[in-house]
């Protein structure tokens, strides 16, 4: 369960650097942060496998960058339910569900099933490493 809280709170921080780096992204007040998280993982987990299979084709064709349209589309539908976050047209959509994509992946690489943030330590032994 702290995992969950954890990809919670990554998934916060990272709809909030897409808001601070993208004009076309708003946010207002660290609640609807946290509200828009939330509902953007709820989206994630009912809408997007649905979405995926409906449009495998144009995935196949476009060799997977379909995707991030997808993702667009439900970061646009999360604007539409919370007032405090708002975004302005299709390319923000696009271009912060690709922030968002990127912030997530590096911070959860960090973070355990138990949530607890683990690093990987290389020692160098002779000639290789462990």
């Known amino acids: 369960m702290p995992g969950l809280f954890i990809r919670w709170l990554i998934q916060t921080l990272a709809i909030?650097?897409?808001?601070?780096?993208?004009?076309?992204?708003?946010?207002?007040g660290l609640f609807s942060a946290?509200?828009?998280a939330a509902l953007l993982g709820v989206?994630?987990?009912?809408?997007?496998?649905?979405?995926?299979?409906?449009?495998?084709p144009?995935?196949?064709l476009s060799l997977g960058l379909f995707t991030f349209v997808?993702?667009?589309?439900?970061?646009m539908m999360v604007s539409g339910v919370i007032g405090g976050f708002t975004v302005h047209g299709?390319?923000?959509?696009?271009?912060?569900?690709?922030?968002?994509?990127?912030v997530s992946w590096v911070l959860t690489s960090l973070v355990s099933d138990q949530g607890r943030v683990e690093f990987i330590t290389l020692r160098k032994r002779d000639d290789h490493w462990e």
């Open 16 to 28: 909030l650097a897409a808001a601070y780096l993208l004009d076309g992204i708003e946010v207002h």
């Open 34 to 36: 946290f509200i828009a």
């Open 43 to 56: 989206f994630n987990a009912l809408f997007r496998p649905i979405l995926l299979l409906l449009t495998l």
């Open 58 to 60: 144009i995935n196949v």
């Open 70 to 75: 997808i993702n667009a589309m439900l970061l």
């Open 90 to 102: 299709f390319w923000p959509a696009v271009f912060g569900s690709l922030i968002i994509s990127l």
